[in-house]
């Protein structure tokens, strides 16, 4: 848990060639203010209070007064909260407790300040053209505040154009789709990408079935059959258990595929939620962290009379209203081990973003879990999921076989010495290493003289997860597979699947 993070701003990402400069100022409604020129005032009125969020946010109870931020020339800005307004003057009382009016006409730009009670997603435009896209804290007078993949950032207000509230998925899926004409089904296929890895599989799919029907894409049947999969994966299909059962023995009479021998059972997605939990690196959280507010009462009856939880009632109500990471520390502070799978985090900690990119989905999966490997019957007792591997529940489970494995008289991972890690020292060429892998038929080394930055990324991912480990509570017992008893051919000898004799 000692993942370091970089403070420079993030660009909202694009979409293959659909997040094009148009599709950002479709997503912010309209073009960036050029970086030296302030923007034209917007028609028929500069006042843009009724654009300042998403017409689907509900009301609230008793609306706060109304702030902004006022260009009054190319020398002055100034903020306040309006007092007084007509069709011809804007009055405001400004933080020093002034009370300014200006005529409307004469004004560059009048621009609607969001309120906050909460963190929310949401969109920085820039004067100088770019967008950031994170998570809003804060839109003030003097600076806006924004997380950006779990790291502040504050920007100072006259760097800023406006703040807006960002879309939903659906709702940018909406616009980009719109931008895309029918035929055009290389963007549209890169929607679908972009869809999947957004984990919205279900619109994913209904764009893929449209592409195939009307081009058939080998790409897009490919994704589609991946995503098909991925959707019956959550909707159950899969069990949810936990312990491993072992297959029916081939010694049972009929035609048994050898595939069917390997494990299939993987943690559920609540496990995956408190692996996340345990990994939490409160110098650079995750951006997503939800603590419901039953949680937070919950939490104040089972530990109230300790001296961390304040004693007023004014400060147990602020509870109700700080940053969900405040909670989670106090969560952390108490050792309430008991409320920690009732954290939702929502997205990854940098420690695991960086195992899935750098780690599994880059060398385990493709080098090391092949179905020749550790991912089928030939690769000894160790075995890792193959199936479903871009699946959060399958990648944390062989996270989980990974940091388990205990057979072979030295842990796979060494949190202490990482390079004395058995999945390092397996990796590196056989001359370069201090345990080297095992002479077997079709190993190549994975951190060769050409590729140092795989072995860089792996190093860095085991050094930044949390210490000292906390030993996940997660019921789950690594897979170890047996040799196959395969039935004796009709000579009287044993021949493996591909019909090469055992010896």
């Given at each position: 848990m000692?993942a370091s993070?970089?403070?420079?701003?993030r660009l909202?990402p694009?979409?293959?060639?659909?997040?094009t400069g148009?599709?950002?100022a479709l997503?912010?409604?309209?073009?960036?203010?050029?970086?030296?020129?302030?923007?034209?005032?917007?028609s028929?009125?500069?006042?843009e209070a009724?654009d300042?969020a998403?017409?689907s946010t509900?009301?609230a109870?008793?609306?706060?007064p109304?702030?902004?931020h006022i260009?009054?020339d190319?020398?002055e800005e100034?903020?306040?909260?309006v007092?007084?307004?007509?069709?011809?003057l804007l009055?405001?009382?400004?933080?020093?407790?002034?009370i300014?009016?200006?005529?409307?006409?004469?004004?560059?730009?009048?621009?609607p300040?969001?309120?906050?009670p909460?963190?929310?997603?949401g969109?920085?435009?820039?004067r100088?053209?770019?967008?950031?896209?994170?998570?809003?804290?804060?839109?003030?007078?003097?600076?806006?505040?924004l997380?950006?993949?779990g790291?502040?950032?504050?920007l100072?207000?006259?760097?800023v154009?406006?703040?807006?509230?960002?879309?939903s998925?659906?709702?940018?899926y909406?616009r980009?789709?719109e931008?895309?004409?029918?035929?055009q089904?290389?963007?549209?296929?890169?929607?679908?990408?972009?869809?999947?890895?957004?984990?919205?599989?279900k619109?994913?799919?209904?764009?893929?079935?449209e592409?195939?029907?009307?081009?058939q894409?080998?790409?897009?049947?490919?994704?589609?059959?991946?995503?098909?999969?991925?959707?019956?994966?959550e909707?159950?299909?899969?069990?949810?258990?936990?312990?491993?059962e072992r297959p029916?023995?081939?010694?049972?009479?009929?035609?048994v595929?050898?595939?069917?021998?390997?494990?299939?059972?993987v943690?559920?997605?609540?496990?995956?939620?408190l692996?996340?939990?345990y990994e939490?690196d409160?110098?650079?959280?995750p951006p997503?962290?939800h603590?419901?507010?039953q949680?937070?009462r919950?939490?104040l009856?089972?530990?109230?009379?300790?001296?961390?939880?304040p004693?007023?009632?004014s400060?147990?109500?602020r509870?109700?209203?700080?940053?969900?990471?405040?909670i989670?520390?106090l969560?952390?502070?108490?050792?309430a081990?008991?409320?920690y799978?009732?954290?939702?985090v929502?997205s990854?900690p940098?420690s695991?973003n960086?195992?899935r990119q750098r780690v599994?989905?880059?060398w385990i999966?493709p080098?090391?879990a092949t179905?020749?490997?550790?991912?089928g019957?030939?690769?000894?007792r160790?075995f890792?999921?193959?199936?479903?591997?871009?699946?959060?529940?399958v990648r944390?489970?062989?996270?989980?076989?990974?940091e388990r494995?205990?057979?072979l008289?030295?842990?796979?991972?060494?949190?202490?010495?990482?390079?004395?890690s058995?999945?390092i020292?397996y990796?590196?060429?056989?001359?370069?290493?201090r345990?080297p892998h095992?002479?077997?038929k079709?190993?190549?080394?994975v951190?060769?003289?050409?590729?140092h930055?795989?072995?860089?990324?792996?190093?860095?991912?085991i050094?930044s997860?949390?210490r000292?480990r906390?030993?996940?509570p997660?019921e789950?017992?690594a897979?170890?597979?047996?040799?196959?008893?395969?039935?004796a051919?009709?000579?009287?000898e044993?021949?493996?699947?591909?019909?090469r004799r055992?010896?």
């Amino acid at each position: 848990m000692h993942a370091s993070a970089s403070n420079r701003p993030r660009l909202l990402p694009r979409l293959g060639v659909c997040l094009t400069g148009t599709m950002v100022a479709l997503i912010l409604g309209g073009q960036a203010a050029p970086a030296e020129e302030p923007p034209e005032p917007p028609s028929p009125s500069p006042v843009e209070a009724d654009d300042a969020a998403p017409s689907s946010t509900p009301p609230a109870a008793e609306a706060p007064p109304r702030r902004v931020h006022i260009w009054v020339d190319r020398y002055e800005e100034i903020g306040g909260e309006v007092v007084e307004e007509d069709d011809v003057l804007l009055s405001i009382r400004t933080p020093d407790d002034q009370i300014r009016t200006f005529t409307k006409s004469r004004l560059i730009y009048v621009i609607p300040l969001l309120e906050l009670p909460e963190p929310r997603s949401g969109l920085v435009e820039l004067r100088d053209g770019s967008v950031l896209s994170g998570e809003l804290i804060e839109d003030g007078y003097e600076t806006v505040v924004l997380r950006i993949e779990g790291v502040l950032t504050t920007l100072p207000r006259e760097s800023v154009v406006r703040t807006r509230f960002d879309l939903s998925l659906e709702e940018k899926y909406r616009r980009f789709r719109e931008s895309i004409e029918p035929d055009q089904y290389l963007r549209r296929l890169d929607l679908a990408r972009w869809l999947c890895d957004e984990k919205a599989y279900k619109l994913s799919e209904r764009e893929l079935v449209e592409i195939v029907a009307e081009s058939q894409l080998p790409e897009a049947i490919e994704l589609l059959r991946m995503v098909k999969a991925q959707i019956a994966l959550e909707e159950g299909t899969r069990p949810e258990g936990r312990s491993i059962e072992r297959p029916p023995s081939m010694r049972d009479s009929g035609t048994v595929d050898l595939k069917d021998m390997l494990p299939s059972e993987v943690i559920s997605g609540d496990d995956v939620n408190l692996m996340r939990v345990y990994e939490i690196d409160f110098r650079s959280p995750p951006p997503r962290v939800h603590v419901a507010p039953q949680v937070i009462r919950d939490l104040l009856e089972t530990y109230g009379a300790s001296p961390l939880i304040p004693g007023d009632s004014s400060g147990r109500t602020r509870l109700f209203r700080a940053d969900p990471m405040e909670i989670v520390d106090l969560m952390f502070k108490l050792k309430a081990r008991e409320f920690y799978p009732r954290i939702e985090v929502k997205s990854e900690p940098p420690s695991l973003n960086l195992f899935r990119q750098r780690v599994h989905d880059a060398w385990i999966i493709p080098n090391c879990a092949t179905s020749r490997c550790h991912g089928g019957l030939d690769g000894g007792r160790l075995f890792l999921h193959r199936r479903g591997s871009k699946s959060e529940r399958v990648r944390y489970t062989n996270l989980l076989i990974l940091e388990r494995w205990n057979e072979l008289g030295q842990p796979l991972i060494d949190w202490e010495d990482p390079e004395r890690s058995l999945i390092i020292q397996y990796g590196l060429p056989r001359n370069d290493a201090r345990f080297p892998h095992p002479d077997v038929k079709g190993w190549r080394p994975v951190f060769t003289p050409g590729n140092h930055r795989v072995l860089r990324d792996s190093l860095r991912w085991i050094e930044s997860m949390y210490r000292p480990r906390p030993g996940y509570p997660v019921e789950y017992e690594a897979p170890v597979l047996e040799i196959p008893v395969v039935p004796a051919s009709e000579d009287g000898e044993n021949t493996s699947e591909d019909g090469r004799r055992d010896r």
